[in-house]
């Protein structure tokens, strides 16, 4: 079985930029995660889809970030303009359902200078 | 304000000892715990879990132990590896459902050495 694939795996932008990730989920995955995780930090719930619906998306800093999950497969991410607190990596996760059983893929580290 | 901390940030162990992961938490709420590891480059994977009904999960080497009245959990490696050496991550569940979200602690960096 594939796994959630992210791309691209490193990212490095100048402030104000814009930049766009994308991700592939478990074929079947219902349910996707976007997180962020600063370094020195845990992963943090940025937006949730349960197919092309949003669940929650309470921490997602909607002035600057935004996301999208069409036709309720891939999904990608996207923040215009950067600021140089959003360097972090960005884990796309997924699962049938339950968060507790979501698998995750190997994350974007992005820089922003 | 973070409600599931892990206050050690790193922790070195000899390989064959015991290794001990601590997670604290301050939601009486949380249902589900669980405990992740991730290698550099990658991403999290899942390694064991407990729910709030049960004090006590084992799976080979890992042993998770969950104390509802002081709001801690830890993660015990019994014997630990070289291979063991990652970061750990606790999680708790909030909500219900598929409506329901992880919160993270910080992290603990786990060295085994040979």
């Known amino acids: 079985e594939a796994g959630v694939a992210q791309s691209p795996r490193y990212k490095i932008i100048e402030k104000r930029q814009s930049v766009a990730f994308w991700c592939n989920p478990i074929?079947?995955?219902?349910?996707l995660y976007w997180y962020q995780q600063i370094l020195g930090q845990g992963p943090k719930l940025l937006i949730q889809?349960?197919?092309?619906?949003?669940?929650?998306d309470s921490q997602l800093p909607k002035d600057r970030f935004s996301a999208e999950r069409l036709k309720g497969v891939d999904s990608t991410l996207k923040i215009q303009p950067a600021k140089l607190e959003d360097s972090a990596v960005y884990l796309c996760?997924?699962?049938?359902?339950?968060?507790?059983?979501?698998?995750f893929g190997q994350g974007t580290r992005l820089t922003v200078v | 304000d973070q409600q599931v901390k892990q206050n050690s940030p790193s922790l070195s162990v000899q390989e064959g000892r015991i290794s001990i992961l601590n997670c604290d938490y301050t939601?009486?709420?949380?249902?589900?715990f669980l405990w992740y590891k991730k290698y550099p480059a990658e991403g999290p994977t899942f390694l064991i879990s407990i729910s709030s009904i049960k004090d006590k999960n084992e799976d080979g080497r890992f042993t998770v132990f969950l104390n509802k009245s002081a709001k801690h959990l830890s993660l015990h490696i019994v014997p630990s590896q070289p291979g063991d050496s990652a970061v750990y991550f606790c999680a708790a569940k909030a909500g219900a459902g598929n409506t329901g979200k992880l919160i993270f602690g910080q992290g603990t960096t786990l060295q085994v050495k040979p």
């Open positions: 074929s079947g995955h219902a349910t």
């Open positions: 939601n009486s709420m949380f249902d589900y």
């Open positions: 889809f349960q197919n092309n619906g949003v669940v929650d």
């Open positions: 996760a997924s699962s049938y359902g339950l968060p507790t059983e979501a698998f």
